[in-house]
């Protein structure tokens, strides 16, 4: 059986050694995010759906990415303190990782394998199944398996994606 996501080891945004296996039994949205893009705003709803839906079980992560338009060129401690005061983000944020490309990490690489195209796309879905662009999200299920996928402009509020997490959820 293919290694799950749970198993692949990650970096807290402070360094601390961690996996999504630390959230093992609830609903994960995997996010990469960006400090300097268009999309950026987007962790003003992420951080909401976090509030409305974590006492239910989820948990929405953001993973730091430069690799679209070098939108992320802060270090960890410049992104943490970013999200903090300008969204007051509260949902666990990691250390930068490559989400494409050279050196993709090996979470980025199971998330994409396991659903290869991400909803609302459309004819933009890259045919190697890489990631499109910042706040791409990725849903993973309380058993672990990666459930759906949206795109980068599916707005965190998206009643799609709202409704995909409550379906989760209710599992």
């Known amino acids: 059986m293919a ?17 999504l296996g630390d959230y093992k039994g609830k609903v994960v949205l995997v996010v990469n995010v960006a400090s300097k893009c268009g999309l950026t ?8 759906l976090y509030e409305n839906y974590m006492d239910k079980g989820l948990v929405v992560t953001g993973f730091p990415a430069n690799e679209f ?9 410049e992104v943490a303190q970013f999200c903090t005061t300008n969204f007051g983000v509260k949902f666990p944020m990691f250390e930068k990782i490559v989400v ?3 050196g993709q990490h090996p979470l980025y690489a199971a998330l994409t394998k396991a659903v290869p195209v991400a909803e609302g796309v459309g004819d933009r879905a890259p ?13 993973v299920a309380k058993d672990g398996h990666v459930a759906r996928r949206f795109s980068p402009r599916m707005t ?16």
């Open 3 to 19: 290694e799950s996501v749970y198993d692949i080891p990650v970096n807290r945004i402070d360094g601390a050694p961690a996996s």
């Open 100 to 102: 494409k490309g050279d």
């Open 69 to 77: 338009g070098g939108q992320e060129p802060g270090t960890n401690a």
């Open 127 to 139: 045919a190697d199944g890489s990631v499109l662009w910042n706040f791409e999200k990725f849903l």
């Open 41 to 48: 705003p987007q962790y003003e709803g992420l951080e909401k």
């Open 156 to 171: 965190p509020d998206d009643p799609i994606i709202v409704g995909a997490i409550e379906a989760e959820l209710a599992k």
